[in-house]
């Protein structure tokens, strides 16, 4: 990762051509042959200017397309309405966090400068994404019918509950996206569950 100083001061680390190159070879190591023949006509087809093979694999695993992240956090959809005031350096930072694979996240800075929306707005945003696939489980190889956990942590329960109760199940309440699920969206005391066996749960870091 190299690191760079952006327009706003603010110091991040970057993933470089060779680095993505390199993630990009190792996926490819994974491939089954059958799916690296698969891989090749998408490639031809797409070198060609034709996307269909493209659009109908992205069909197969979608049941519905997920929004673009920039979209997200302005469509009054998704997260508009409550993210009209949302910092810049969020919305240039989401898209980047999606766009490029990032593992690993850290936000530092003063209070009130936004991490937590960030953290409970990429959090929302990656329950989109799961919840627009046919079948979580099985898109990310576990068995199907398997529950899937985002952990919501911190250094105390409670501070990991209002993460959850006072960030996202609010912004939850004001997006009519969610909002079309009604009760198939379970807020319980120390969880929540939303359809297709995805779970969000509070927790503190000894629990880990």
């Known amino acids: 990762m190299a690191i760079i100083k952006g327009g706003d001061g603010r110091w991040k680390t970057i993933r470089t051509g060779a680095e993505s190159t390199g993630r990009l070879l190792d996926s490819l190591k994974t491939l089954k042959p059958e799916e690296k023949a698969l891989l090749r006509s998408v490639l031809q087809a797409a070198k060609n200017s034709n996307t269909k093979p493209f659009e109908a694999l992205k069909n197969l695993e979608y049941e519905e397309r997920p929004c673009p992240p920039e979209k997200f956090l302005e469509d009054p959809y998704y ?84 993460v959850i109760f006072t960030g996202i199940v609010e912004k939850l309440k004001q997006s009519p996206w969610f909002q079309k699920f009604g009760k198939k969206i379970n807020v319980m005391s120390d969880e929540i569950r939303f359809p297709k066996g995805l779970i969000l749960k509070g927790s503190e870091s000894s629990d880990m």
């Open 79 to 162: 997260l508009g309405e409550i993210g009209k005031g949302t910092f810049s350096w969020i919305k240039r930072e989401l898209p980047n966090v999606f766009y490029n694979g990032y593992d690993q996240i850290v936000c530092t800075g003063a209070q009130r400068t936004g991490k937590d929306w960030f953290s409970n707005c990429l959090t929302i945003y990656l329950i989109h994404l799961i919840m627009c696939l046919k079948d979580p489980a099985t898109s990310y190889g576990l068995a199907k019918g398997s529950n899937m956990i985002i952990i919501a942590m911190s250094v105390t329960q409670e501070l990991a509950k209002d």
